[in-house]
């Protein structure tokens, strides 16, 4: 009895210690995509990158327009017979030129959309990541009650503000 006793005290100990143990390394995840897209600041920067967009995209169709109007001219000046070769070619080199320059604002238009993105995204993610990390390590230290995540992204605008 005696024993059995013992071995029940001992059994309660060993699982108080694993319930103590398994309390204080709770694991948790921060969805730290939905943090930044939920923030100002985030929606603040898509605005400048849909204008910009918008800017690139307006300038590409104005192109096509005009695009489209030397093609039509290429294709009345060709049905008449009197026009020159000479002209022909010159209207030719101009539709060439108009579609370089059409290739060169697309290739401008995702370059300078890539760094501005990057520009305007990396101090609001390295924000979220500091307070993440912020919050882990309190956390770790044993200090649940003292800085909690919704008091850290009440912080995290301003801090995303103080680095643009």
Request: aromatic residues 6%; charged residues 25%; hydrophobic residues 35%.
């Amino acid at each position: 009895m005696k024993n059995t006793m013992k071995l029940l005290l001992l059994a309660g100990l060993f699982t108080g210690a694993a319930l103590e143990s398994a309390a204080q390394s709770k694991m948790g995840y921060i969805n730290r995509q939905a943090v930044v897209d939920s923030l100002p600041a985030y929606d603040s920067a898509m605005t400048t990158l849909q204008r910009a967009a918008e800017y690139y995209d307006q300038t590409l169709a104005d192109n096509q327009e005009e695009y489209q109007k030397l093609g039509a001219q290429y294709q009345e000046m060709a049905q008449n017979p009197a026009t020159p070769k000479t002209r022909l070619e010159l209207k030719i080199k101009e539709i060439q030129a108009l579609e370089d320059r059409m290739r060169e604002i697309q290739e401008k238009r995702q370059e300078e959309l890539q760094q501005m993105q990057y520009d305007l995204l990396k101090p609001i993610s390295d924000a979220v990541n500091k307070m993440t990390e912020t919050v882990a390590n309190e956390r770790h230290n044993q200090n649940p009650f003292r800085v909690t995540l919704w008091l850290s992204l009440k912080q995290l605008p301003s801090l995303c503000d103080a680095k643009s």
